[in-house]
Structures are given as structure tokens and as C-alpha cells.
């Protein structure tokens, strides 16, 4: 099933996100949890990609399982940086013949260490996206940054960017997560003004540990609000305390969301069932409606 027919319906949607992993050795661990959440019936789930191609293979491989195995349908994530329009080619045909109809494009994070050129033959996603619209018939998706990406020089200029991406052919668009919904709201009003019409859906990450605040600002940028700040320093240093508040939290972050009218979220679950279905729980009766 193709993302955009899913999310163009009434319906409201809740999606997952996995990601695979760096090593071979633990890829039974994480295929345990990534199907522990598929079970859950999700409206979708995402997997993620190692920029560089470095996940290729484990990333088509979980996506398949998911949708064979409990027939959830699967986004593939797929990075141009450090890539040959050839190896694009090469992957997304291995997509195709798993069954992947969905694919969100991205430029990628440049590898540390990477000794060839990153840019050689792709320098943003718009042309990821390009290259996926010639060669078939993807649903494809783009992530878009309601607090900006590091690379953009300010709020306009990375609306510009986004436009462009849009415009060669994305679907739809995948927030990177925040913890404020304001500045999602303001973020919408923004990219609306832009003429940007395509469906955008919220990213959003539950904190179930006290580090990951620190990677989730380093990796994003994000801003965390003192509200947040305060659950962490009272119940961070206590493990199923920190979970059932960061679970709290998030689920208080979709409830408003969708009363503001959204209907489609995506959450960040690195690959953590519990916290998965802990969110799914809280919006048993919500996502009802
Ligand atoms: P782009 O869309 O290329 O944007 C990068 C910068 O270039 C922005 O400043 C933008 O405004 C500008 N820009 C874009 N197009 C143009 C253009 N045509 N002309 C001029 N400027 C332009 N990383 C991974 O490695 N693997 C993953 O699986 C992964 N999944 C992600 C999922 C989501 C939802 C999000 C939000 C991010 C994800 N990332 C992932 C991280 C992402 O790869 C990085 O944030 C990366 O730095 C930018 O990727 P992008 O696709 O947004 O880039």
C-alpha cells in the first residue's frame, strides 16, 4: 500500500519507526524488536537507511519481513550522499522486488571518515527524488525541519530548499522530531505561505532515557522546553520512571496535535516495542475517531 493513498484518507494514522543495525551480529536482536512492534498492527512503519549505504541490506530485509509477516506496509528510508546514480538505481530495484512501495528520500548525514566524494553525483534530496519519480512507481517521501536544518542559512532559505524538493516530486513530508508543538504550528504556517501544500507528518520522538536528550539535541538541534527539562531532572535517573514520563509526554504531544487537527503521526520508536505500544495504548480510543 502506498503511503500517500493511506494518509489522503479520513482515517487518522499512527506509524513506527525502526532502525537496523550497524552490525551484523545484532541483527537478530533487532529484528525481534522490529517485529515485536509490527505486531501491533501500526497504520505503517519506517526503516531507517545508514547513509553511505552501509544498511542496505538489513534495511530491505526488515522492511519485507514487516509487510510479509504481519502485512504492515513498509517505507523504506534510502540516502544519496557518498552514492552513484548506478548503486540508486541498483537499490531501488532491490526495493521493488521486496515489495517496497514506499520510499523516503534523503540527502544523508555526511560519514565520518569517508574518504571519496560525498557529493559526487547527488548534492541535495530533491534529486534523490527526482531520480526515484524517472525510475518507478514509488510513493516517496521527504523529512522536513520545523527548526530548521544546520545546513540552512535561516528559516528562508531552507523553505526554498524545501520547496525545491517538493516540487520534484516529493508525496508527502516527515517532520524531524520536536518537543514543542508551537513551533510545529508555526512551522505549517510557514511552509503553507511558501505555497508547500503537500501532507506533513509530525515526527515525533517519546524520551524514555535521560541520554537521549543529549543525543536528540545534538543529532536535531532541537529546542527542549523547561517543561521537559524539569521531567528529566526528577525522574531521569529512575529507568521505568523516565519511561512512563517520556511515554507521558509524547502522548500528551499527539493528543494536541491532533485536537489542532493532525491526523497523521509518525513516532521515532527506536526500536523499542514498550514504548511503541505504550503510545498506541494511550490513543486506543483517539485514533478511533
Ligand atoms: P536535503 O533535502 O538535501 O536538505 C539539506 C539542506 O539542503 C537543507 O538546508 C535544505 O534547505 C537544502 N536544500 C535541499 N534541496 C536543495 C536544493 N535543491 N537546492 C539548494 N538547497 C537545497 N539520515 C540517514 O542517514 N538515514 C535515515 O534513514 C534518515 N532518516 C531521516 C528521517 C527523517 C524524518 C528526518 C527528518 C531525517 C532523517 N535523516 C536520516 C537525517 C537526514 O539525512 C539529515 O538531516 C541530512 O543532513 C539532510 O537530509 P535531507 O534529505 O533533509 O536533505
Redesign the pocket.
Known sequence: MKIRDLITQDKATLSFEV?PPKKDTDFADVEAAALGIAAFKPDYMSV????GGSTKGHTIQLAREIQEKYDVPTIA?L?CVCASKEGIKTALADMKNAGIENI??????IPKNYDGQVFAEF?????LVELIKETGDFCVG????PEV????ANKH??I???K??VDAGCDYL???MFFDNNIFFNFMYRIREAGISVPIIP?IMPITRRVQVKNAVKLSGCNVPERFKSIVDAFGDTEAAMRQAGIAYATDQIIDLMANGVKHI?VYSMNKPEVAAGIQKNLSEILKI
Open positions: 532502525f531507517t537507511y545508514g547513509a528510508h540516502t523516503l528520500a534523503l540527502r544523508g548525514d548534492s541535495h534530496a530533491s534529486e521527504g523529512a522536513c525541519y536544518h544546520p545546513d540552512s532559505e531552507d526554498i530548499g524545501l525545491k524538493k516527515t517532520t524531524q515526527g509518525h
